[in-house]
């Protein structure tokens, strides 16, 4: 489940950052912090 989280930000902000949309409000964000995150997730998996 924490993947996925991190795998649907770092997407929606890979989206963002190289396909952006018009708009004065939106300001991509670097989409590597979520890819860092994601990577870890993978690496060191949360048993529960």
């Known amino acids: 489940m924490l993947r996925a989280g991190a795998l ?3 997407v929606s902000r890979l989206w963002d950052f190289y396909l952006p949309r ?4 939106l300001k991509p964000h670097d989409p590597t912090h979520f890819e860092r995150v994601l990577r870890q997730r993978i690496a060191h998996p949360v048993l529960l």
């Not at 018009?22 to 409000?25: R, Y």
């Open 22 to 25: 018009e708009a004065s409000i």
């Open 8 to 10: 649907r930000f770092w």
